[in-house]
């Protein structure tokens, strides 16, 4: 039992690239969240997913898209990077739609915009 | 919208010392309240969570934390900090707009224990 996975761990793009993180959680949960963490600014929701074929915007989506093709998976987009984009970015995932249920974190991967 | 302030963005305390991180909410209905930490390098894990069952709440690793709602405060507490504590410590809010119930963090604060 993996819980959440996250590739890669680190990346260093240039301005103008594009890419695509994965995220993969083995826990059949429904819902899905991207943050990205920058310093002093604790951690921001990009993104969401209620569950397979599901996407919503959270606090931050400019400069990305999403996609929930397979319940298992959450991918994060950069269509066109940015160094506004440089940050630390977690992916997570949580059983049930409820307010007090436990988010379960990946590791996060690293991307650093030059 | 509910939201989350955490006191001190740095904390340092000596080892075998208390350890108080300090939070405070804001929500106009009863909110859901989380403690995660983050060690180096390391996504977050989940210390303890208020979901309005007891006001007092234990977490793993000698965490507590206590819900004062006179005060709008959960601030987490361990009696005797360890050097294995240091870490990244996010107090958050489960957002019951839409959005999934995302977590709304606070800025964090770093623990620092020293010997």
């Known amino acids: 039992n993996a819980g959440v996975t996250q590739t890669p761990k680190f990346r260093v793009l240039k301005t103008g690239q594009s890419m695509t993180l994965l995220c993969a959680q083995d826990?059949?949960?429904?819902?899905m969240y991207w943050y990205r963490q920058d310093p002093g600014m604790g951690l921001r929701l990009i993104h969401y997913?209620?569950?397979?074929?599901?996407?919503a915007k959270g606090e931050v989506p400019d400069g990305y898209n999403v996609s929930r093709l397979k319940k298992q998976n959450f991918l994060l987009g950069l269509e066109s990077a940015a160094p506004s984009q440089t940050s630390v970015y977690f992916c997570?995932?949580?059983?049930?739609?409820?307010?007090?249920?436990?988010?379960?974190f990946g590791p996060g991967t690293r991307l650093t915009v030059l | 919208a509910q939201s989350v302030t955490q006191l001190g963005s740095h904390v340092s305390v000596s080892e075998g010392a208390l350890v108080l991180l300090r939070c405070n909410y804001s929500?106009?209905?009863?909110?859901?309240l989380f403690w995660y930490v983050q060690y180096p390098n390391q996504g977050l894990q989940l210390l303890l969570k208020?979901?309005?069952?007891?006001?007092l709440v234990k977490g793993i690793n000698g965490f507590e934390a206590e819900f004062k709602k006179s005060e709008t405060s959960f601030h987490l507490t361990k009696p005797s900090a360890h050097m294995s504590d240091a870490a990244e410590y996010f107090c958050?809010?489960?957002?019951?707009?839409?959005?999934?119930?995302?977590?709304?963090f606070g800025k964090g604060t770093s623990l620092l224990v020293t010997p």
């Open positions: 997913s209620v569950g397979e074929g599901t996407t």
């Open positions: 929500s106009s209905v009863p909110p859901y």
């Open positions: 826990m059949n949960h429904e819902y």
């Open positions: 997570a995932s949580s059983w049930a739609g409820t307010p007090d249920n436990e988010q379960f």
């Open positions: 958050a809010v489960s957002d019951l707009g839409n959005s999934g119930y995302a977590l709304n």
């Open positions: 208020y979901t309005s069952a007891a006001t």
